[in-house]
């Protein structure tokens, strides 16, 4: 089922489309210097992402995960090689790659509807006009159902909740990428499969180019239309990149006794718990 | 029963039997489904209420009451010998009466009541920890955001922080060479070190999600310090806030016994001068309580200025 790719550049696309990818990641490194300590994360990473995919990376802890979506955020830089967002090399945060971290990070300060405002006010500020702004905020709000809440601080609501303001918010900026950071990691189970739902729903709707960080197998094969590998750390690199041929919308009762969602499922597994099998910290 | 806002009643629950406040709405009684009232938390009666809040106050106040009343007869009968150095309550009574009962007299310009005289000194500590205030956190930010600024700066900052507020005093009289600019410079200067500090603290604390947050929205440099370091900041910054208003109490009533005018201080000074003993006690009470009202005001901003800053 799965071709066993060694690092070179992954150039699936789905239904063969020629089109070009959105986002290039190319042979890119990175390394972290601590005093004399020189740690190599991420070795020879490349991944191409096209329109409208919805990426999963999954990986053991520590395999550099969340670096390499650090790396595309912008919060961290590269050390050799490049990435680049519609051919523009990416090397500081910005509002095209919006990130839903996976604390929330909403400031406590703000109410939910403030919270996001903040991030439409400072995209639009100039292209939307003021009650434009609000329309795009509360329409932002509702595509994840928390308009309901928009007067509330973010102390005041849940941690799903939380989360999906964050969504909202990281919506609001209409990024070329949403990145997400493990976005379900600190909620309960059952809250969890109803912001993956949600979180389904809101890009069959807006068909936007996700990457998501996960180390949930079935979040991933669920959500995804790849999921990328990552092999352990450190020097962790991408081990294969696996099509999840999915019929859109996917249920999650009808999931269970699928056989290519038990297949992909399974693939995941035993690339990681037979091939990559976690050690600790051989550092 | 009151504090419950909804009740559910089965309806096979024959209705005279329905608690009170519950619409009997009951009408198929074969049906085996749950009928969902709101019920409305029954007024309470108002005399409950006010027997409550007197619980509450006379649990707070008669204690205290109590204590001083106590306070109060010890003193008076350790000091009521003849021979007894310090005086009486009841001779405080008698010997500053004018004092006690009007704060606001004016009889001339060094006869005037304690409440103007407090004004006075209020007046003063307002001008110096506003500005202490304002040079405090901005100096504060400075050394939290910048690690160059912090290890140029603070090394000074610690060393200047231990000096006694007195002791800038000479150097402010040469500076200024006028008694009010003097005193004010001397709360500015007392009150600063805790507001720097507290606010530098703040800074260096702020979340690395709320700078990732800023980073990805591109927040330029004056947005990130008001839309995220001041309010991240802001419980720190009003604890440093009220431990500077606390100090420049404390060194508004020493600076004023050295700069003369007609500060709550140098009529402490002028008392003790002219043996006036009875009006000291007065002053002192009057002191101390102006200290807690200003201790309590800064808090009491601090709570509401930073709500739900501190949860997230």
Known sequence: MIAHVEPKPHTYSPAGAERKPVLKIENVCKTFQRGAVATEVLKDVSLSIYHSAFVSIIGHSGCGKSTLLNLIAGLTRVTTGAILLEDREVNEPGPDRAVVFQNHSLLPWLTVYDNVRLAVDKVFGRSKSRAERHDWTMEKLDLVQMLHAKDKRPGEISGGMKQRVGIARALAMEPKVLLMDEPFGALDALTRAHLQDSVMSIHARLKNTVIMITHDIDEAVLLSDRIVMMTNGPSARIGEVLPVDLRRPRNRLEMVSDPTYIECREDVMKFLYERHHYVESAA | ?312
């Open chain 2, 1 to 312: 029963m009151t504090a419950q806002s909804i009740k559910l009643a089965l309806v096979n629950t024959p209705v005279g039997k329905l608690p009170a406040g519950v619409a009997a709405t009951a009408q198929a009684p074969a049906e085996r489904s749950a009928v969902v009232h709101k019920l409305a938390p029954r007024p309470q009666p108002r005399f409950e209420q006010l027997r409550r809040v007197a619980t509450r106050v006379a649990a707070n106040v008669i204690p205290p009451l109590i204590v001083l009343a106590l306070a109060l007869i010890v003193w008076e009968l350790a000091t009521s010998g003849p021979k007894s150095s310090l005086p009486a309550p009841s001779k405080i009574w008698a010997d500053s009466r004018d004092l006690i009962v009007d704060p606001f007299f004016v009889n001339g310009p060094q006869d005037i009541g304690l409440g103007l005289r407090v004004l006075t000194s209020l007046q003063r500590v307002a001008i110096g920890f506003s500005l202490a205030a304002v040079a405090g956190v901005l100096l504060g930010c400075l050394i939290g955001q910048s690690q160059w600024a912090m290890r140029g700066l603070d090394p000074i900052f610690q060393v200047l922080r231990t000096v006694p507020p007195l002791a800038w005093l000479p150097i402010s009289l040469a500076a200024f060479r006028d008694a009010n600019p003097s005193a004010i410079f001397v709360i500015f200067i007392t009150a600063i070190w805790p507001v720097i500090i507290n606010t530098a603290v703040g800074i260096r604390n702020i979340p690395q999600d709320y700078r990732n947050v800023a980073a990805v929205l591109r927040l330029n440099q004056a947005e990130f310090f008001y839309r995220i370091m001041v309010p991240s900041a802001a419980p720190y910054i009003f604890t440093g806030l009220r431990i500077g208003i606390g100090l420049s109490w404390l060194a508004i009533v020493a600076a004023e016994m050295l700069t003369g005018g007609v500060g709550i201080g140098f009529f402490i000074w002028d008392a003790w001068n002219s043996s006036r003993l009875s009006d000291i006690v007065v002053a002192l009470i009057y002191i101390g309580v102006i200290g807690f009202v200003l201790d309590r005001l800064v808090a009491v901003i601090g709570s509401l200025a930073t709500r739900g800053t501190a949860s997230a």
